[in-house]
């Protein structure tokens, strides 16, 4: 199976920060990495696609790259409703296989 | 508007099984699969398995076979996962997401239903 390496498990930061979470693939799975936010009781969101691409309604400040096997979720300035959190997902290939998760709070 | 509306949350005795549903609008149905994923309590997210609707195909990660089964209804619009001989394991939230379509079956999980807990207990 692939392993999504996902990286910090917790990140605290301040309002107006930039923050960056990151996911390694085991083997490679080209531009298959979707990113999710999660808030407690609720189901997860859709907030990247194809490694690189906003999905909808997602707000600008939301980006993501890809460098090798490295995949970035950048989030600029951000806001109080971000905290959350994120799970990176590779689709490439059977089973899909998703990241430990990483906790957006405040500092 | 799109919705995935699953079924209610379900309390069941170890050793029995459990079907949960997914009941899908604002799309056509048989134009998306659709994925099961699980969420254990306090823990990140696994995927279950994805069907097609509109041929009837499973895919199911090795871990969840045998545990899980997916069908879809294609009259009603409705997909289901049984799950079999729970133990505690098994007490978790399970979503439905809506998959990609015919030429890209991995993609989407842009739409997800709200979730079913299911808690085994005797």
């Known amino acids: 199976d692939i392993q999504m390496t996902q990286s910090p498990s917790s990140l605290p930061a301040s309002l107006g920060d930039r923050v960056t979470i990151t996911c390694r693939a085991s083997?490679?799975?080209?531009?298959?990495l979707r990113w999710f936010q999660q808030k407690p009781g609720k189901s997860p969101r859709l907030m990247i696609y194809g490694a690189t691409n906003l999905a909808n309604g997602v707000p600008s400040r939301f980006s993501g790259s890809r460098s090798g096997s490295d995949y970035s979720l950048t989030i600029n300035s951000l806001e109080s409703e971000d905290m959350a959190i994120y799970y990176c997902?590779?689709?490439?290939?059977?089973?899909?296989?998703f990241g430990s998760g990483t906790k957006l709070e405040i500092k | 508007e799109v919705k995935l509306q699953q079924s209610g949350d379900e309390l069941v005795r170890p050793g029995a099984s459990v079907k949960m549903s997914c009941k899908a609008s604002g799309y056509t149905f048989t134009d998306y699969a659709m994925h099961w994923v699980k969420q254990s309590p306090g823990q990140g997210l696994e995927w279950i398995g994805t069907i097609i609707p509109l041929i009837d195909t499973t895919s199911y990660n090795q871990k969840f076979k045998g545990k899980a089964t997916l069908t879809a209804d294609k009259s009603s619009n409705t997909a289901y996962m049984e799950l079999s001989r729970l133990t505690s394991e098994d007490s978790a939230v399970y979503y439905c997401?809506?998959?990609?379509?015919?030429?890209?079956?991995?993609?989407?999980?842009?739409?997800w239903g709200q979730g079913v807990m299911v808690t085994v207990s005797s």
């Open positions: 997902l590779q689709h490439n290939e059977y089973p899909f296989t």
């Open positions: 083997q490679d799975i080209g531009n298959y």
């Open positions: 997401a809506r998959g990609g379509t015919i030429a890209a079956i991995s993609t989407a999980f842009d739409y």
